[in-house]
């Protein structure tokens, strides 16, 4: 089990265009291995970027616990993307702030998983959101660039109490 610190904005690779990965081999699945165990250990992370780890690759993570959903996707491709939807998000490269970000509500996407085959996923609403907060990270885009409006999470949670914040989306 390897867990990274987090990168966190202000460092150049969140910047960077990820660079694809041309094999999934040992090293890939070591990175797929090696980001689930980092979101695992962070409390309210959903989804993690290998560029959140300091790796510019073009591979994350998504784990939604509570509807038992598990992906890895390496070198992923958005493809037919509908509708929009407005929601608070939150990053775990930049924390102690959220922001309102415009994302589609329902996308395709192409992949490829730890045993090299290609895959696609029709995803919408919440998961949607998450894939594409995540595929942001690997064009050097940050949630802050989309974000329209902007609070503290932590005074939210203070004046709205323990159940303040469980819609809101942390990678």
Same mark, same amino acid.
């Given at each position: 089990?390897?867990?990274? *610190?987090?990168?966190? +904005?202000?460092? $150049?690779?969140?910047?960077?265009? #990820?660079? @694809?990965?041309?094999?999934?081999?040992?090293?890939?699945?070591? /990175?797929?291995?090696?980001?689930?165990?980092?979101?695992? +250990?962070?409390?309210?992370?959903?989804?993690?970027?290998? $560029?959140?780890?300091?790796?510019?690759?073009?591979?994350?993570?998504?784990?939604?616990? +509570?509807?038992?959903?598990?992906? !890895?996707?390496?070198? $992923? +491709?958005?493809?037919?993307?509908?509708? =929009?939807?407005?929601?608070?998000?939150?990053? /775990? =490269?930049? $924390?102690? /702030? !959220?922001?309102?970000? *415009?994302?589609?509500?329902?996308?395709?996407?192409?992949?490829?998983?730890?045993? =090299?085959?290609?895959? !696609?996923?029709? #995803?919408?609403?919440?998961?949607?959101?998450?894939? *594409?907060?995540?595929?942001?990270? /690997?064009?050097?885009?940050?949630?802050?660039?989309?974000?329209? =409006?902007?609070?503290? @999470?932590?005074? *939210?949670?203070?004046?709205?109490?323990?159940?303040?914040? !469980?819609?809101?989306?942390?990678?």
């Amino acid at each position: 089990m390897s867990v990274y *610190q987090i990168v966190k +904005e202000g460092n $150049p690779v969140l910047r960077e265009k #990820a660079k @694809p990965i041309a094999k999934v081999n040992d090293a890939a699945i070591r /990175l797929l291995n090696n980001l689930k165990d980092t979101l695992r +250990e962070t409390p309210k992370g959903v989804g993690l970027a290998a $560029p959140q780890i300091g790796i510019s690759k073009r591979a994350f993570v998504v784990e939604i616990a +509570e509807e038992e959903l598990y992906y !890895e996707m390496i070198n $992923p +491709e958005l493809m037919e993307m509908e509708g =929009s939807e407005d929601a608070w998000e939150g990053c /775990l =490269s930049v $924390p102690g /702030l !959220e922001g309102v970000v *415009q994302r589609a509500g329902k996308l395709k996407v192409r992949y490829t998983d730890r045993e =090299s085959k290609q895959n !696609e996923l029709i #995803a919408e609403g919440f998961l949607a959101r998450v894939i *594409q907060h995540e595929n942001d990270h /690997l064009n050097g885009v940050i949630f802050t660039d989309k974000a329209t =409006s902007f609070r503290d @999470p932590d005074a *939210q949670e203070a004046e709205a109490g323990d159940d303040a914040g !469980e819609d809101e989306l942390k990678e």
